[in-house]
C-alpha cells in the first residue's frame, strides 16, 4: 500500500462503492433507481446485508463513517485529543492539528441495499435536483485506523476523500531536511507544469 491513500482503501470489505449509474448498471445487472430527492445521495450498497439479510434486524449499525457537519463538511477534531501516543506523536511532529474524525451510524436494512444516484451528465431546468446534489451523500462505513495509520490532512483532498497514510512510510518520505510543506509545494508545482504542458499542445 502507498504511504498515502484516501478513505475509500478503509471502506468495509462488503461495502460496494458506485462511481456512477453506469457503474452502478455494470455490476448489478440493471439500471438504478431514479434519485430520491427526499433522502440524500447514496453511492454505496452493503453486499452482506443484500445477500444475507435474514442475518439483521430492521436496523444495520456500523461502527465507523466519516463524521459530518450540517453544511457536509467534514467535522474535525483536535489532535491533541487523539489516544493513540504513536499517532499523537506523528500528528505533532507534522503539525497537523486537527484531523478529520468517525462516529457510528444506523440505518434501516433496506436503506444499506439501495442507491440514490445522481443522473449522468448536466441536467438543467430542475431546481431540486441542483439542490438535491448539493446535499451530503451518505458516508460509507470504514474499518477503524491501524495502529500504523493516520489521517493525513493534504491540499489534495476534497469533499469525503479525506487523506489517510501509514505513518512510517510517510516519515521516510519527509525527510528532515525537506519540511513537509516543502514537499507539498514541490507537488503543487510539478502539476502545475503538467498542466502548462498539456495547455500547449
Given at each position: 500500500?502507498?504511504?498515502?491513500?484516501?478513505?475509500?482503501?478503509?471502506?468495509?470489505?462488503?461495502?460496494?462503492?458506485?462511481?456512477?449509474?453506469?457503474?452502478?448498471?455494470?455490476?448489478?445487472?440493471?439500471?438504478?433507481?431514479?434519485?430520491?430527492?427526499?433522502?440524500?445521495?447514496?453511492?454505496?450498497?452493503?453486499?452482506?446485508?443484500?445477500?444475507?439479510?435474514?442475518?439483521?434486524?430492521?436496523?444495520?449499525t456500523?461502527?465507523?463513517?466519516?463524521?459530518?457537519?450540517?453544511?457536509?463538511?467534514?467535522?474535525?477534531?483536535?489532535?491533541?485529543?487523539?489516544?493513540?501516543?504513536?499517532?499523537?506523536?506523528f500528528?505533532?511532529?507534522?503539525?497537523?492539528r486537527?484531523?478529520?474524525?468517525?462516529?457510528?451510524?444506523?440505518?434501516?436494512?433496506t436503506?444499506?441495499?439501495?442507491v440514490?444516484?445522481?443522473?449522468?451528465?448536466?441536467?438543467?431546468?430542475q431546481?431540486?435536483?441542483?439542490?438535491?446534489?448539493?446535499?451530503?451523500?451518505?458516508?460509507?462505513?470504514?474499518?477503524?485506523?491501524?495502529?500504523?495509520?493516520?489521517f493525513?490532512?493534504?491540499?489534495?483532498?476534497?469533499?469525503?476523500?479525506?487523506?489517510?497514510?501509514?505513518?512510517?512510510?510517510?516519515r521516510?518520505?519527509?525527510?528532515?531536511s525537506?519540511?513537509?510543506?516543502?514537499k507539498?509545494?514541490?507537488?503543487?508545482?510539478?502539476?502545475?507544469?503538467?498542466?502548462?504542458?498539456?495547455?500547449?499542445?
Open positions: 500500500m502507498p504511504a498515502i491513500y484516501t478513505l475509500k482503501s478503509l471502506a468495509l470489505p462488503q461495502i460496494k462503492i458506485f462511481a456512477s449509474r453506469e457503474d452502478y448498471k455494470l455490476f448489478i445487472g440493471q439500471d438504478a433507481p431514479l434519485p430520491n430527492f427526499d433522502e440524500d445521495p447514496k453511492y454505496w450498497i452493503d453486499l452482506d446485508v443484500l445477500r444475507n439479510p435474514d442475518n439483521y434486524g430492521r436496523h444495520v456500523y461502527d465507523g463513517v466519516l463524521a459530518l457537519n450540517d453544511d457536509g463538511s467534514p467535522r474535525m477534531v483536535d489532535t491533541s485529543t487523539e489516544a493513540d501516543p504513536n499517532r499523537q506523536a500528528y505533532k511532529q507534522f503539525g497537523f486537527q484531523v478529520p474524525s468517525l462516529e457510528p451510524l444506523q440505518l434501516l436494512k436503506f444499506c441495499t439501495t440514490n444516484l445522481a443522473y449522468t451528465g448536466a441536467v438543467s431546468g431546481p431540486d435536483y441542483s439542490a438535491w446534489l448539493k446535499r451530503p451523500p451518505t458516508p460509507y462505513p470504514v474499518r477503524e485506523l491501524a495502529s500504523t495509520e493516520a493525513c490532512p493534504t491540499p489534495f483532498e476534497s469533499g469525503l476523500e479525506r487523506q489517510v497514510c501509514l505513518m512510517d512510510e510517510f521516510k518520505q519527509v525527510t528532515s525537506q519540511s513537509l510543506s516543502d507539498l509545494d514541490h507537488a503543487l508545482a510539478k502539476l502545475d507544469e503538467i498542466e502548462a504542458l498539456v495547455r500547449g499542445h
